[in-house]
Structures are given as structure tokens and as C-alpha cells.
């Protein structure tokens, strides 16, 4: 075979095998950002909530449920990607149980609401601050906590303006979406993930519209002097211990830290129980209930 063969030979061999992982980068952005649609229908029979929809800056209509309390406090529920309302009833049948109000919401292209791609809070963060608007019209006069997980959490950071709650929590939240797109290549993909994950990222701002530099919840949350409380998971590949050290230490005060032991990226308010409950309700009460 001459070297011009050889040469050619190869040259299509090469662009063959660029063609097929650009073709696999942006397949695997699709299935990432592509809406996590569900039917979702009335609230549950023990929770006593109502229908709302709520029109946001991120140009979805948002649907949701409101669950009125005893006057005493409201709290936001803000669930994680590629979840819905659904995902926090939980969290939301215990704080009305202790006579909070209660709103829980699907975010922008997921569950029920509309829009055409999720954003990892980019969007997110527009439809959180509706979503508070509401809650604070729904319940007047009530101080308002925010509890968000993961994606939920990035959307109340990068929210801007800051939301103007009393109180947040944020749990198992990215501290850049440099840092989550890593993470989660390396541990599905290995040490081809981590490789692949500045390929990915060249397309988060034709696909998403924003840019990496805009997606870091960490320098958002030095800005924020609301009070926080973080709750992480020792055991989480997707958003490493290390990485919400590094989030909490970035925090501005007053801030608390629980680090959930053996938790692994999964819904900490089922893992910890009557722990995650506990102390959730002491950091809300305190700083939500009224002074006697």
C-alpha cells in the first residue's frame, strides 16, 4: 500500500472516529437536557393542597401545589433534575404537619409545567423566584424559607437578584457546573469521562444559551446573607464531599453544615428519617417561627 493510501487511509479513519464522539457529545447533551415530562395529577388524598399555576420570566408556565398553613411560617420546595413536585411531598406532608405553608412547584420542562430543555438551574432560577412570589402572595405577612435539592438548590443561588427569603436550605448542591458535568462523566464513564467532559461542556452555551463562568452556584452563595443551612451526603459521587466543604467554607454567615453519613446522591430526607426531620424543623423554627 503506497503512503498516500496509507495516509488517506488513516485521515478517514481519524475523522470517522471525531465524527462519532461529536455525534455521541451532543446525543449526550440531548438525553441531559431533554424535559423530564410526568403526569402528575391531584394531590394526594393526606395532603391537603390546592392547584396552582404560575407564569415565570424563564417563559414556562409553572404547576404546583399549595398547601395554606397555620400562619406561622411558608416554606418553597424546589426539587432536582430530572425530578418533579412529586419528589418533595414528602418533606412537604411533615412541614405541614407542623403547621407551615407549604409550595411545591415543577420546575421549567419537568413534571408538568412547560419548556423546551432543562437548564440545570439556569432557567431554573427565574422560575424559583415566581414560584416565591406567589408563595409570599398565597400566605401574606408569613417569613418564607426555601428548601432546595441539588438543581433546586443551584436555582436559588443563581438567582438574581437574590431571593428574598428568610431562611434557605441547600442540599447536595454543585458548586459549578464545570465541577457536576466531571464528576458525573467520570463516575459513569471512567477515565474517558474525563475526557469527554470539556468536550460536553463546549456545548452547554449553543444548547443552554449560558456559559459555564455563569454556572457557579459557589460564587453566588459568598453573596447571600440569608441564613443557610447545607446537608450533604459523605458518600456522594455527584457532588463530592469535598466540593460542599468547599461550598460551605464559601458560604456567608450565618450558616450551618450537616454531613449526612453514608449518603450517597440520593433523597436525603428519606435516608436520614426522623434525624433529617428533626433538624430540618429546628433550623426552619428558628428562624421562621415568630418571637413570643
Known amino acids: 500500500m503506497s503512503k498516500r493510501r496509507t495516509l488517506k487511509t488513516v485521515t478517514i479513519g481519524v475523522g470517522a472516529v471525531v465524527l462519532a464522539l461529536s455525534a455521541a457529545i451532543w446525543i449526550a447533551g440531548v438525553v441531559l437536557t431533554h424535559p423530564a415530562r410526568a403526569i402528575i395529577g391531584a394531590p394526594p388524598a ?26 406561622k411560617g411558608a416554606v418553597l ?48 432560577s427565574r422560575d424559583a423566584a415566581a414560584a416565591l412570589a406567589e408563595l409570599k402572595r398565597l400566605a401574606p405577612g408569613e417569613r418564607v424559607g426555601i428548601v432546595g435539592t441539588s438543581m433546586g438548590g443551584a436555582a436559588i443561588l443563581l438567582a438574581d437578584p437574590p431571593l428574598d427569603a428568610n431562611a434557605i436550605v441547600l442540599e447536595q448542591v454543585y458548586p459549578t457546573l464545570s465541577q457536576a458535568l466531571d464528576d458525573r462523566l467520570e463516575l459513569h464513564a471512567g477515565v474517558v469521562g474525563r475526557w469527554l467532559a470539556p468536550l460536553l461542556a463546549v456545548t452547554v452555551k449553543p444548547r443552554l444559551g449560558v456559559t459555564m463562568e455563569q454556572m457557579r452556584p459557589i460564587d453566588r452563595i459568598s453573596q447571600i446573607r440569608v441564613p443557610k443551612l447545607l446537608i450533604v451526603g459523605d458518600a456522594d459521587q ?25 449518603a450517597a446522591h440520593v433523597d436525603l430526607c428519606k435516608y436520614g428519617g426522623m434525624e433529617y426531620r428533626a433538624r430540618l424543623l429546628a433550623f426552619l423554627d428558628h428562624w421562621l417561627r415568630p418571637s413570643s
Do not use: C
Open 46 to 71: 393526606d395532603f391537603p393542597a390546592r392547584d396552582v399555576s404560575i407564569e415565570s420570566a424563564s417563559g414556562a408556565l409553572l404547576h404546583g401545589w399549595f398547601a395554606p398553613g397555620s400562619g
Open 77 to 124: 420546595l424546589l426539587h432536582g433534575v430530572r425530578a418533579n413536585r412529586l419528589s418533595m411531598l414528602d418533606r412537604a406532608r411533615f412541614l405541614h404537619d407542623a403547621g407551615y405553608s407549604v409550595m411545591l412547584v415543577d420546575f421549567q420542562a419537568s413534571g408538568e409545567s412547560s419548556g423546551s430543555g432543562i437548564t440545570f438551574g439556569y432557567l431554573e
Open 238 to 262: 455527584h457532588t463530592r464531599l469535598a466540593e460542599s466543604m468547599a461550598m460551605y467554607q464559601a458560604a456567608a454567615e450565618p450558616k450551618a453544615l450537616w454531613v449526612v453519613r453514608g
